[in-house]
C-alpha cells in the first residue's frame, strides 16, 4: 500500500508540473502570437498556432487526471453531500465509482485506438516526423491515470459498504490534512472567503 501512495505522489507531482510548464509555453506563445500581428513585424510564423494547440490539449488532460486524483474534477454534489455519511450515500458512491470506471476504460480504450489511426497523419505546418497522434496521446494517458485512481475509489468505495462507513471518516481526516498542506487550496479557500466577504458588504 505503502508503494502505491508513492506512486501517487510522484504521478501527482509530475502531471502538476507537465501541466504548468504546459500553461506557461501556451501563455508564451500566446503573447509572441499577438506581437507577430503588429504591422512592422514581417516575421510570422505559421506553426504557432498548432503548437499552441499542442500544450492547450496536454494542459487539459494532465489537469483533468490530477483533479480526479484528488476528487475535485467536475460533478453534482447536490445529491452526494446530502447523502454523505449514510448507507445510502454509500451505496450511491459505490454505483458512482463504478460508472466512472467503466467511462474511464472506455475512453482509455479509444484513446489508444485514435492514436494508432493517427499515427499515419501528419500535422499542417510542423515537420512531417510530428504526427497527429502526439496530440492525441494525451486521451490515453490522462486516462490510464484516471483508471487507477478510479480503481482506488472503487477499493475504497466497496471497503466502506463492508466497515459501515469507517473510510469514509478516514478519508475526510485525510482531505482535511492535505488541504491544510496545500497551497493551493489555502490560495482557493482565502478567494472564497474574500468573495463572501464582499457579497456581504455590497448587501
Known amino acids: 500500500m505503502n508503494a502505491y501512495f508513492k506512486f501517487e505522489a510522484f504521478a501527482s507531482k509530475l502531471t502538476r508540473f507537465l501541466a504548468g510548464f504546459c500553461l506557461m509555453v501556451v501563455f ?25 494547440q499542442f500544450f492547450l490539449v496536454w ?11 484528488t476528487g475535485e474534477h467536475f460533478l453534482v454534489d447536490i445529491v452526494t453531500d446530502k447523502l454523505h455519511g449514510t448507507a445510502t450515500g454509500r451505496i450511491f458512491r459505490l454505483v458512482a465509482t463504478t460508472i466512472m470506471l467503466v467511462t474511464y476504460i472506455i475512453i482509455l480504450y479509444f484513446g ?5 489511426r493517427s499515427n499515419i497523419k501528419v500535422t499542417f505546418t510542423l515537420p512531417h516526423v510530428v504526427k497527429m497522434s502526439w496530440f492525441y496521446l494525451c486521451i490515453p ?17 466497496i471497503a466502506d459498504v463492508i466497515t459501515g462507513g469507517k473510510i469514509t471518516l478516514k478519508l475526510d481526516e485525510m482531505k482535511a490534512k492535505a488541504k491544510e498542506q496545500d497551497e493551493d487550496a489555502i490560495a482557493i479557500e482565502k478567494a472564497k472567503q474574500a468573495l463572501k466577504e464582499s457579497q456581504i458588504q455590497n448587501k
Open 59 to 69: 494542459m487539459i488532460f494532465l489537469a483533468a487526471a490530477e483533479l480526479v486524483r
Open 28 to 52: 508564451v506563445l500566446f503573447l509572441l502570437n499577438i506581437t507577430t500581428r503588429a504591422s512592422f513585424i514581417t516575421w510570422n510564423p505559421t506553426w504557432i498556432d498548432e503548437v499552441i
Open 112 to 116: 489508444i485506438k485514435l492514436c494508432m
Open 141 to 157: 494517458v490522462s486516462t490510464f491515470f484516471m483508471v487507477i485512481y478510479a480503481l482506488r475509489d472503487l477499493c475504497y468505495a
